[in-house]
Structures are given as structure tokens and as C-alpha cells.
């Protein structure tokens, strides 16, 4: 990554990494290496190149099935991101078991917009209904188990959370909302996990946490953009009808009608995103290999501290999630009294330290939370409390200058301090 800002020789701090993290030279090679050296298309060619190309693509199933110590690599369908993945679950699921008015779907109100529009849309089609659990804003700043459990019954049939939430930074207890599910709901109930933001940042294992469909994103722990996965139990997979037709996903073509391959196959139609895969599965290494994730989530563990520390000492300034001494992830969404989010993160960047402002599409949450936006700063391996410490200075800056402009006098004058 470039550590200074186009032409100016500011330094960069970058806290955006919830969104999109950067990507580590060695994957940028590995990329390269593929097209240099094995560029072809996959499964159909006869050629050297393509068997090649073939080989690294899977060699890319291999290393995620190992990295979430999935049962079988036939459980791993490539999408273009988590997005991709939930809807083809959502799709897909629902139409195999023909999803019907009065099934119920659980989701909870932080969830990103990728785990909630697909939803609203099948629950549109189908009849189904959607209910929510509800975030403890007061005392935990993290779901309310006991609120989901008045939610389940035996007419639920789908739940879908996320494993970390990029705005409350809260840790969701997997297994202990698995074990939940599975005692309260539909016996046929399954749970899918959004683990876009704790699969880069911590060992995640689908075996232990029980769940049946998980959904990752690439661009966010160190790999390219426009490549997830969703992994999924593989008789699951199996009993679901393809999401889209074509080219690799098929068994049997006439002209009238088609016969399907068997997962992962079947949700792979036309040719996949290879370079993409191969870069995925460089990510993988390196953070498996390279830095363990032991070590990631061990470090993460105490940046994450010293940033809400840091943060909560601010005058003006609201961290949501759940408070200090109780494991968070890397991140803090917060607002600061008086000062808009984009105002906050515009002076930010003029000092070099990008930040996110938004609804960091969770509208709901927000709407819950009772405001409309927020500023977040979200952070990664490469981060040091060095950053912590320079988007600190910036943002109390930031927030004099704001705060100054609150006492101009009525006729205008000189306010004290303007930031450079
Ligand atoms: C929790 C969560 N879920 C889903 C997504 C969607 O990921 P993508 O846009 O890569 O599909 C994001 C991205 O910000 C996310 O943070």
C-alpha cells in the first residue's frame, strides 16, 4: 500500500478497512504471477494452460474449505462477494423448500443491508415474515438474547445474523444463538452466518459454531474485490435449485430441458472469477501462514482497545456498541454532539486519515439507534496505535474547529482556530 496521498507527502492513515482492507504485495504478485504465467479459462480446456489455470482455481477451494475447516471442498460455491452469497442462499433455500406465508425468517435489526434485502424480497414473494431481534442500545450494546428467544418458534424456519457487527463492533455468541435455534425454532430450521466482518479477523470454524450456510468477502481480508464464497452443509447445497444458468453447472442439455451438476458446480455457472480465486486463496495464505490467525486476532484484540479507549477519553464523542472491558471487534462507529459525520470525515481526509461517514448500510440500526448517520473507523493488521494516536489529534481538531464555529458571535469575528 502507498503510505503517502497523491502528489502532497501526507502520510496516510488508513481506517477504512471494515469497508475494503488493503492488499498485501505478495497477493498483488500472486495475481500477477497468474496472468503472466497461467492465464486460461477453467474445466473446459484440453491445454497445459488450462489444466494449469484449473489447479489454481481449485487449489483456491482448498484453502478457503481449510481455513473455515469446512467437511468437504464441494462446499465452497465461489459468488462475487457476501452480497452474492446471501442472496443465492436466500433464493435458492427458499424456493427448495418452498417457503410459504406464515414461515417465519429471524434476522436481526443490525444487520447490513445484504442480509436484510434479500430477505425482504423473498419475504415479499413468498408470503413469509420477517422478525427482528432487537439491539440493547442501553446496557449491553449487543443483541437481546432473551428478546430472540420470545422470537423463535416452531414456524421458524430461516435465521440470519451476522458474526460481527460492523457498526456496534459487538462479537454476536454464535453457538450459544446456534444452540437457541435449534431447541426453539422449526426442526428443519437453519442458520446462516454473515461472517464478513470476523472471517478476517478471527479463526472462524463452521464445524464448531454449528451453522449451516456461512458468507465471506474476499476484498476485506486482504484479497481481491469481486470475489466471496458462500459455504453451505453439502446436502444443503444439494437439495437447492441452481441460481443462475449456463455454461459448467450443468449435467445433461437438450434443447428443452437441462440436468444440473452437483454443488459446488451448480452455483458456478459461466466462467468463474479466476485471477480472483487465486488472489483469495494468496490472502488465505497469508494470513494463515504468514501471520497466523491466532496472532491476528490477538493483536486486533489490543489495537481494538486502545482505539475505544482512545476514543470514549474525546470530548462530545459517542461510541456505540458495547462498552470498554468487553471484547470488541476493531471498530468504532461513534457521532460526535454537533458535528456531522461527513463533515468529520471531509477535515479527516484533508489530514490524511480516511475514515467512513455514513449509514455503513445499516440504515434500520441507525434509524433505531435513533440517528441517521455515523462516522467509522475501522481497523486492520497493519494498523498501529500510532494511527490510533494521529486520527485521535486530527479528530480533536476536528471537533475544536467545529465547536469554535458554535460561538461565533452575531456579527461574525474571529473564531479561534481554523484546521489546515
Ligand atoms: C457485515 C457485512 N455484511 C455484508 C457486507 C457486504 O459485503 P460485499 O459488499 O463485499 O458483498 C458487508 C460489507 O460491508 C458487511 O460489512
Redesign the pocket.
Known amino acids: 500500500m502507498s503510505t503517502t496521498i497523491g502528489d502532497s507527502n501526507k502520510q496516510l492513515i488508513y481506517l477504512d478497512s ?2 475494503t482492507s488493503q492488499t498485501p504485495k505478495q497477493v498483488i504478485q500472486d495475481t500477477q504471477n497468474y496472468y503472466e504465467k497461467l492465464n486460461s479459462n477453467v474445466h473446459r480446456g484440453a491445454h497445459t494452460l488450462s489444466r494449469k489455470a484449473t489447479e489454481a482455481f481449485e487449489d483456491g477451494r482448498d484453502a478457503v474449505a481449510s481455513f473455515i475447516n469446512a467437511n468437504s471442498r464441494n462446499e465452497i460455491v465461489f459468488t462475487s ?4 452469497a446471501i442472496n443465492l442462499v436466500a433464493s435458492c433455500y427458499s424456493r427448495a423448500i418452498k417457503l410459504k406465508e406464515g414461515d417465519e425468517i429471524l434476522l436481526t435489526e443490525m444487520e ?1 443491508h ?2 436484510l434485502v434479500p430477505w425482504q424480497m423473498i419475504a415479499k414473494e413468498t408470503g413469509a415474515v420477517l422478525k427482528f431481534v432487537k439491539v440493547d442500545f442501553e446496557k449491553t450494546g449487543a443483541l437481546d438474547l432473551d428478546h430472540m428467544k420470545s422470537l423463535l418458534n416452531e414456524n421458524t424456519r430461516i435465521v440470519s445474523f ?1 458474526h460481527v457487527s ?1 457498526v456496534m463492533a459487538c462479537i454476536n455468541p454464535v453457538q450459544e444463538m446456534v444452540a437457541m435455534v435449534r431447541a426453539n425454532a422449526s426442526s428443519d430450521a437453519i442458520v446462516i452466518l ?1 461472517a ?2 470476523s472471517l478476517p479477523h478471527m479463526k472462524v470454524d463452521v464445524q464448531s459454531l454449528g451453522v449451516d450456510f456461512l458468507a465471506a ?1 474476499g ?2 481480508m486482504c484479497g481481491p474485490t469481486g470475489i ?1 464464497f458462500l459455504w453451505g452443509r453439502e446436502d444443503l447445497l444439494n437439495s437447492m435449485p441452481p441460481f443462475m444458468g449456463g455454461g459448467e453447472m450443468i449435467d445433461q442439455v437438450t434443447l428443452y430441458e437441462s440436468t444440473y451438476a452437483p454443488a459446488p458446480a451448480r452455483f458456478e455457472a459461466g466462467t468463474p472469477p479466476i485471477a480472483e480465486v487465486v488472489g483469495l486463496a494468496s490472502a488465505i495464505r497469508y494470513l494463515e501462514t504468514k501471520l497466523g490467525m491466532d496472532k491476528v486476532e490477538a493483536y486486533e484484540h489490543e489495537i481494538a482497545a486502545y482505539l475505544h479507549k482512545r476514543l470514549n477519553e474525546v470530548d462530545r464523542v459517542t461510541v456505540l456498541g458495547p462498552p470498554e472491558g468487553v471484547q470488541r471487534a476493531a471498530l468504532c462507529a461513534f457521532h460526535v454532539d454537533g458535528v456531522h459525520p461527513s463533515d468529520l470525515s471531509t477535515f479527516l481526509d484533508m489530514e490524511g486519515v480516511a475514515i467512513r461517514a455514513g449509514h455503513h ?1 445499516c440504515q434500520p440500526l441507525h434509524q433505531a439507534y435513533g440517528i441517521s448517520h455515523s462516522a467509522r473507523a475501522s481497523l486492520y493488521i497493519y494498523n498501529t496505535k500510532e494511527d490510533v494516536d494521529g486520527f485521535i489529534e486530527y479528530l480533536e481538531k476536528t471537533i475544536q474547529f467545529f465547536t469554535g464555529l458554535e460561538n461565533i458571535p452575531e456579527e461574525g469575528g474571529d473564531v479561534g482556530f481554523v484546521p489546515i
Open positions: 471494515g469497508a462477494g457476501a452480497t452474492e447490513h445484504s442480509n451476522q460492523n454473515d464478513c466482518q468477502s476484498h476485506k466471496g448500510c
